[in-house]
């Protein structure tokens, strides 16, 4: 059975509470021993042992995304699980979560069990399906949750549509608390954005853009936590962006309720004067807001209103972005760029280490009752080794995904993935030094 020891490295574990310097060693699929001089005296090659060198670099649990578009079954020309979760891995994620929006949606049985199996046999890191609340996504019949939660499923969203209807919403909610099952809303009043390109603002009327307005998100969240407090079940707020959405959850979790929510790192780091130029790159739904958004997002994250931060992994082939903006499909590539992102808003004051590494290890794991990844001995050995000083710059074509449409591309960040472990297995190790 070989043996990795990870020497002299942060070890950041949310989970236990545990930061500080201290040796992690890893034997089959299991962590064995966590503490400070724990390998003190173990050599390398001695009984199949391999040595890692952490001094300077984190270590952390593995990465947990809510919301991951992997395109399969339908779309593998954009994505499919095999580059997808070559993508996660490369991001430090060793669990993602896939959404129903494929072709056919996942609204059964059959094609949640062909995901798993398919995540299994060509994935390199955890898939855990999302199957749809609404049959077809067309918000009027409700999916059949039971079949789903027993072929895989974690939770439920038609994610790319809003559930408009209160009564199907109701229902639905009514549904997935008799299964245990999280109901994970996009939330977005469709008759407010009927045409809508970008975010309601100075720039869009600069730009000559149909804007979508703050309300069409906000007015959702009020009446979905009102049928959440109704129905006493799991509501989830997909990718969070206004600051009212952000004040509905806050009051919301003050009454006990079982809101939570998720974010972008885009929603953290970029806002719509990023569209000025018609850049297609940028198009992402729901749109990037103004700063005072963004500052509530990050303020939002920093204190536990908003749980964790999900990628929203979005890709789309060339051709599909490089046109007329009113044409491009929204989305966006996440998984690789999530954690410098993230990263860059700790070195600014703006949100703590620890509660970076929290929002993407422990606390997404949590909101749909995930196995939670951590570095106790005896846990399953999903783990990452960071370098938190590594500068490298975006290029899309050095990314993994089947895609290239990030709007980060040419950015210089901080911080990259040196190795990613699933289960003790190494699924990624960076090739080197550069870019």
């Known amino acids: 059975m070989t043996r990795t020891v990870l020497r ?16 992690v060693i890893i034997e089959g699929d299991r962590i064995v021993v966590v503490g400070p001089m724990a390998a003190a005296g173990v050599r390398d090659g001695e009984r199949d ?4 060198d952490c001094v300077g670099r984190w270590v952390t649990p593995g990465f947990v995304d809510l919301h991951t578009h992997l395109r399969e079954p339908g779309l593998e020309y954009k994505e499919d699980i095999a ?19 494929t072709k056919p949606v996942n609204d059964n049985r059959a094609i949640t069990e062909m995901m798993v199996a398919k995540g299994r046999s060509h994935g390199i890191v955890d898939v855990h399906p999302i199957g749809a609340i609404t049959r077809g996504l067309a918000g009027k019949e409700l999916a059949e949750m039971a079949d789903l939660r027993d072929a895989g499923c974690v939770a439920v969203s038609d994610d790319g549509r809003c559930v408009t209807d209160a009564g199907v919403m109701r229902r639905a909610l009514e549904y997935a608390r008799t299964f245990g099952l999280v109901v994970v809303q996009h939330a977005e009043d469709h008759s407010l954005t009927a045409g809508a390109q970008m975010h309601e603002g100075r720039v869009s009327t600069r730009l000559g853009l149909k804007g979508w307005p703050r309300v069409a998100e906000d007015h959702i969240v009020a009446r979905d936590v009102l049928l959440a407090q109704t129905t006493g079940a799991s509501y989830h707020v997909a990718h969070a962006s206004t600051a009212g959405s952000a004040a509905i959850v806050r009051e919301a979790k003050s009454r006990g309720l079982k809101v939570t929510a998720e974010v972008t790192p885009h929603h953290l780091t970029l806002t719509d004067e990023a569209v000025l130029g018609y ?10 807001r103004e700063q005072s958004d963004v500052d509530a997002m990050i303020d939002a994250l920093a204190e536990g209103t908003i749980d964790c931060v999900a990628t929203d992994h979005a890709p789309h082939a060339e051709r ?10 929204p989305g966006m590539l996440g998984l690789e760029t999530c954690l410098p992102l993230l990263l860059d808003l700790a070195r600014k004051g703006r949100i703590t280490v620890g509660r970076v590494i929290e929002s993407l290890t422990t606390s997404p794991a949590r909101v749909f009752g995930l196995r939670v990844p951590s570095l106790r001995e005896g846990s399953r050995a999903d783990v990452v080794v960071i370098d938190p000083e590594r500068a490298w710059t975006v290029d899309p074509k050095r990314l993994h995904s089947k895609s290239r449409n990030t709007p980060f591309e040419g950015w210089s960040v901080k ?5 990613t472990f699933v289960a003790g297995r190494e699924v990624y190790l960076h090739p080197g030094e550069g870019v």
């Open 8 to 23: 002299g490295g942060r070890v950041i574990d949310p989970s236990t509470g545990r930061d500080e310097v201290a040796d």
């Open 415 to 419: 911080g990259r993935v040196e190795r």
């Open 83 to 101: 580059s997808g979760t070559r993508a996660a891995a490369a991001g430090g994620f060793t669990t993602v979560c896939a959404m129903p929006n």
């Open 279 to 288: 850049r297609t790159a940028c198009k992402v739904n729901p749109p990037l």
């Open 320 to 329: 599909e972005k490089d046109c007329e903006f009113a044409e491009a499909p």
């Open 49 to 52: 042992t391999v040595i890692v």
